[in-house]
């Protein structure tokens, strides 16, 4: 896997100060997406154990509440496979930080069974985000008003809450 | 060889200065008693010898002595006479009125000067004219009579910058911590009437503006009242109340028992605070004092301030109120809910409210949300303050000016009810520029400089010296900071540290980037920009001991000087890239506003340059609207409550009329390169239809900036 970019101390992409990874590789294509170069596989540098280490130190100080998965899209099939390990350490490591992931597919439509993102680690990988924010970015839907999200049809759902019940909560 | 100019700077002697000065009177004479040009070389050179001999550089004055001498040496009497009359009348022009033109141009409104000096004051408007009227005269008084040239010339040059001359006239002082608990408890006299204690906590909030107008209009800086002083009336009431109650209910032939009663009582409490709280409000920001502006006044929040139990409880009531309150906003004109720019909030930090845990969480968490919303309440740390101030918390005076820890001869500490003297404050930039990158002539002309400037601060305390309690009687005489006799000279209290007299400083990002090339962020740099406070606070203390007047170092919020300062150095240094290339020079130890630095690191960074201007400061982050990210807000609380001692946020919350926008206005660039204001949603550009708060200096602007500023604004790093 590859990633465009990390944020630190990011305020924008889920509540409290974050990290912010930017993983590579989307097929949702959205029409007026604010960063289509990250939808190559390819885009970016190759996501490595030092930038894993680098993330997992960035969550240290009392004052960063988690991480985001942003993209791209990290429910891409193939990115899950190298997020899977890696959220799972944070969760090992860092147990009080929470995990927000951003997707253009839909949690109880594509990450489910027979789902076109569903693949064996899914149902794990959903379990160690807190929040996930889904849906495509419509255009016609954004506005600058919302919150965390960039177009009205997408949705911030409880995650835990959806892995233990298949039920979509959505928290804002 | 050097010469000291009028404005105290050193400048290479040039003897063709003297010949041409002395064949000018020599010109003006009659044939017969003309010198020779052997004569006016031979005087040239003789002064030259006699310079150099010296040990010391001369003075300008010192130097026309010796060539009018040496000119009645050589006999020729005339030219003497002509050189002497040449000297005087330059100094005339030196002492010339110059304030006819400022004046009538202020009234015809076309004074861009005065127009961008203060965005708290609206300068078409009658009464701020008069007090712009004083302050002209004041000024050119200062300049004239009051000050010595070389302060005089040094200000001018952007040397050094002797703040708020257009008061210096008048035997004012600066800013003060208000004792508003001795004038509620053992009353007071405002304007010649009695007033006594208060009955109820509305009556003392009432009083307490009454207050606040009045020591407004007999200082020109801020001030700060303490909510602490006020709580203990809301029982006060909270008793008149029980008495009503139970009065009201017998005569309605009501019988209730004691809790049914408390509570009638506690929900009448509760009104009666938000009258109060209200009252303060829109009467600080509708008042216009003598000054021409609302008062500059700040309203601490400091629960451990009080007693615990009932009046601690009273307070977080107070409190509360006052932060709902400030969310909802304050109408304006056409009746939008905007950000008011006073009373300026501080609300501090403490182990009873910092954690999810502690009991007044509740109130940090509305204090947060205030923030997002109307970028104060600002945060002191009771934490970091008990360290740096021996065990003792306290509020600034008006934004950022902090008193020295003093006690009194019966070794209490006392902070309400003292005073600053004034500032004067040194460009760091130009000590670095006239040093050429020459570490040892920096260090020498820093001295100098320092030399200079408690020359220009002995003028201020002089100015004070003698001053007769009779000025100001609410100040001096009933209580809001001393209670004198009529007639008494208030010089007991501009010495042995009970008030503070500031040396403000400026620009040590720049001039530490000329000396090093670095910015003072970069650890090979910061050392070099701790060492340059640490001269700062020896000279204070120095002076401190053999004047026992409390010296202290203060990061000055600059406001409009910053453009006289980066102007002056243009004009002086020409532009020199990181160091004078913009129209601002940085306040304070601050970070430059265009360095990328994340808020955590910024606060960690600049809290040790706080701690070395122990005469104030304050730290901020650049911030975008937070308003839905209150979890954000409180990590940086937090992390200030651990850190710094004094820090504030820059939020955006802006309004579009048009559409309702509640967010961040942008600057964009016209058509014509202009700089103007535009709503992100709708795009509407219209100024009249939208409302912008920025902090621009201590204090928050809602009017619009000029162009130097808002290009400042828009240069701006976001911190988060």
Redesign the interface.
Known sequence: MNYSAIK?????NG???RTVLFVSGCRNHCKGCFQPETWDFNHGKPFTKEVEEEIIKSLQ?????GLTLLGGDPMEPENQKVLLPFVKKIKETCPDKDIWAYTGYLADKDLVLDGKCYTKDTTEFLSYIDVLVDGPYKEEEY???L??KGSANQRVLDCKHFVQTGEIIEIM | MKIIKRSGTEEEFDLQKIETAITKANNSVVESEKMSEEQIQEISEHVEEIISSMNRSLSVEEIQDLVENEIMQQQAFSVARNYITYRYERALVRKANSTDQQILSLLECDNEEVKQENSNKNPTVNSVQRDYMAGEVSKDITRRFLLPPEIVEAHEQGIIHFHDSDYFAQHMHNCCLVNLDDMLQNGTVISGTMIEKPHSFSTACNIATQIIAQIASSQYGGQSISLSHLAPFVDISRHRFKKEVKKEFTLAGLELNEEQINSVVESRVLEEINRGVQMIQYQVITLMTTNGQAPFVTVFMYLDEVPEGRTRDDLALVIEEVLRQRISGVKNEAGVLITPAFPKLIYVLEEDNITEDSKYWHLTKLAAECTAKRMVPDYISKKVMLELKEGNCYPCMGCRSFLNVYKEPEGDYKFYGRFNQGVVTLNLVDVACSSGKDMDKFWSILDERLELCRKALMCRHERLLGTSSDVAPILWQYGALARLDKGEPIDKLLFNGYSSISLGYAGLCECTYYMTGMTHTNPKATPFALEIMKRLNDACDKWKKETTIGFSVYGTPLESTTYKFSKCLQNRFGIIPGVTDKNYITNSYHVHVTEQIDAFEKLKFEAQFQNMSPGGAISYVEVPNMSSNLEAVLAVMQYIYENIMYAELNTKSDYCQVCGYDGEIQIVTDEDGKLVWECPNCKNRDQNKMNVARRTCGYIGTQYWNQGRTQEIKERVLHL
């Open positions: 630190y101390c990011d305020i924008a509540t409290g100060v100080p009392t004052y960063i509440q506005s600058i008003m919150k965390f």
